[in-house]
Structures are given as C-alpha cells and as structure tokens.
C-alpha cells in the first residue's frame, strides 16, 4: 500500500510556497520549516490526507494532532479559548506553544487529526515560511514533526529528506530551526496544565499566568513523540458509550455494523463502511467519525468486521481496541 512518491525539494521563494499551499490543498504531504522543528504538513481538513500522513510516518497509532494556524483570529474559529488561553496566546503567538482547547462543535479539522476527541492542539508558529504557506492554504494544516516515527524530529531539510524521501511529495527548505525542540504544549480544559515541556520555559508561563503551573506526571519524563503523554494524561481517548465486538464474522440481534470491504449479510440497526474497496487509508480517515455516528444511533452494541494488520491498519486495530476496552 506504500506508494513510492518523487519528493520534489524546493528553497523557500514565493513560487515555492504558492505550490506547497496548491499541493496541500490537493491532499499532498509538505515537509516544512518552523521554529521549533521541521512539520510534515496535511490539510487539517482532509482526513485521507490526514490518514496518508500518518501512513507517511510509521505511526504504529493515531496519536492527536496539532492543527497549525496564520494566525489568533483563525484558531479562534476552531477552539474555545479561556481566559488563560486568551493570556497564554496573547504573550507567546505566534511562537513554540501548543494550547490544547475544547473544539467547537463547527471545527472543520477532521475527527482522525484530533483522534476523536473533543478537545484540539492549536499553535501559531512563528517561522516565516511556515505562516505563508498557512496564509497560502487558508485552511489548518496539520503538522508532527517531519521524521518517521521513533527518529529524532528533524531540524533541517537534509534530515527530513532522510526520514522522508519518496513517502511525501514536497519538501520547503527554509535553513535550520532555531529552537531545535518541539513546542510547549499546555491544556487549558480547566486547570492549565503543562503536557510537555519544550521551546517556551515553564517558569514563562507561569509569569503570565501569575500561578504556579500543574504539570501532568508524564511530562516531568520528557521523552519522544511516541510516549503517549499527552492523551495518556487526559484519560480522554475516545471511548464509544456503546459495547463494541471486534473481528466479527456474524450479526447479533441489534447490533449496529461497522464494516470493511464487503458488508455481512444480516439486519444490522445500523450499518457504515470504513471503506467498501478495502483501502485502508479511507478507513482510518472514516474510523472515528463512523463510530461516533454508530454510536449516536443508540445502538447498545457495535460489531465491527476484523480490519487487516497491515500498513493503517495496526493503528486502526490500536484504536479498536482501546474503545472496546472493558470501562
Ligand atoms: O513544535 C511542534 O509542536 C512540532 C512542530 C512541527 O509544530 N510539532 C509536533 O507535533 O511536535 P507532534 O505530532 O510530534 O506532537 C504533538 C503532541 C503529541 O504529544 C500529542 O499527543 C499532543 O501534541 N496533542 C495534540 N492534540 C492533543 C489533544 N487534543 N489532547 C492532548 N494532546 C494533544
Ligand atoms: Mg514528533
């Protein structure tokens, strides 16, 4: 399922960035630079982009994603921003922090890039070439850092080119990141509070907010990507308040169905398909929302038809798995 891709490299001009804005609006995959480290780029609102990208970096799960922004007034459109949010992103945007906020319900970023959940990470980066191509495209874009998964976030195009040649489509050089880490990220749900440290130091924040601030237990153990700290400290995967019945080769009496390629013969009280033709990239970008919706149907149980180990697939069955856990 991987296809091999020419990845073009091209040196930030103007025409560089008109064409990773028309490439992202495509549903393409654009290795950019920021401050803090190199993103690797999706359109925020295409979830088979979205899913392509994960696909691009080896992610063994679908971790939620920040959702990058030009600018205040556009991540405003997309999340609820408190008080200390409004404070937090007054001070430090555009620049290294991520503010974890409640989606509004009109959010148009896909459910696959916030992984179900309610809430979203938004952050305004301050890097040129980044900000133009987001004023390019207009649209959020989507952006873990451009290695694949496991390797260290890449600080220059050379790196990004070595993790990434022939599985994106496009690569903005723009010189090397200036803070070399990933950005702070902060939840501000209720309690603001630190999820992982990075580019923008603690006590700074606490400087605006005028408070110590709480920090949850995985992020005093900064590590990669793929420790699962921020979602792991919310408890918030999403979880269907449905039984869900994996790997499914019959239909029980009011089931709702969640299939795969061709559906199972029987009366489902309701029935999606993650993907009719079996591709994998169309089911991850379906997985999330079609379970909500089976979910809101007010079916007690959702059988879900098995999904290959394959490629998407061991992040699809990762999730599966975790809704299905005994509550
Ligand atoms: O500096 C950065 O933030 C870089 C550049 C490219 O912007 N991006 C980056 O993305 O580090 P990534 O995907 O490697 O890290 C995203 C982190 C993950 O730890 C994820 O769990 C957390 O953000 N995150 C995103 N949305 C979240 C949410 N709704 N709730 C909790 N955590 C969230
Ligand atoms: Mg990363």
Redesign the pocket.
């Known amino acids: 399922m991987t296809v091999e891709l020419a990845t073009r490299i091209l040196k930030a001009d103007p025409e560089a960035i008109a064409d990773a804005a028309r490439c992202l609006a495509a549903g393409g995959l654009v290795a950019f630079p920021?401050e803090?480290?190199?993103?690797?780029g999706a359109d925020a609102t295409d979830g088979e982009a979205v899913a392509r990208l994960y696909a691009a970096k080896g992610r063994p799960a679908f971790?939620?994603?920040?959702s990058?922004l030009p600018d205040l007034k556009a991540a405003q459109a997309l999340a609820h921003f408190n008080d200390a949010a409004a404070r937090l992103a007054q001070a430090f945007w555009p620049g290294?922090l991520?503010l974890?906020l409640r989606k509004r319900t009109d959010c148009p970023v896909s459910e696959l890039a916030?992984?179900g959940?309610d809430?979203?990470?938004l952050?305004v980066?301050d890097h040129p070439v980044a900000r133009n191509i987001l004023t390019a495209l207009g649209r959020p874009v989507v952006?873990?850092?451009?290695n694949i998964s496991g390797h260290v976030?890449p600080t220059d195009a050379a790196h990004v080119m070595a993790d990434l040649q022939g599985r994106i489509d496009l690569v903005i050089g723009g010189g090397p990141a200036t803070?070399g880490?990933?950005?702070t990220?902060i939840?501000c749900l209720d309690e603001p509070t630190l999820?992982?440290p990075?580019?923008i130091a603690r006590e700074a924040i606490e400087n605006i907010l005028g408070h110590p601030l709480r920090v949850a237990p995985e992020a005093q153990n900064p590590s990669g990507?793929e420790?699962?700290?921020?979602?792991g400290?919310?408890n918030?995967h999403y979880a269907p308040r449905a039984t869900m019945r994996l790997n499914a080769s019959d239909l029980r009496d009011g089931e709702a169905l969640l299939a795969f390629g061709a559906a199972l013969a029987g009366r489902a009280s309701k029935t999606l398909n993650l993907s009719e033709r079996g591709d994998l990239v169309e089911a991850a970008a379906n997985l999330f929302s079609h379970l909500r919706a089976l979910d809101a149907s007010g079916a007690r149980a959702i059988a879900v038809m098995p999904i290959p180990h394959e490629g998407l697939g061991e992040a699809i069955n990762d999730r599966l798995q975790r809704a299905a856990a005994p509550r």
């Open positions: 920021t803090t480290v190199y993103g690797l971790n939620p994603l920040i990058h290294p991520t974890v916030t992984a959940l809430s979203i990470g952050r980066p952006a873990p850092s451009a976030s803070v880490v990933e950005s990220i939840a999820l992982r990075g580019g990507e420790a699962p700290l921020a979602p400290m919310l918030s």
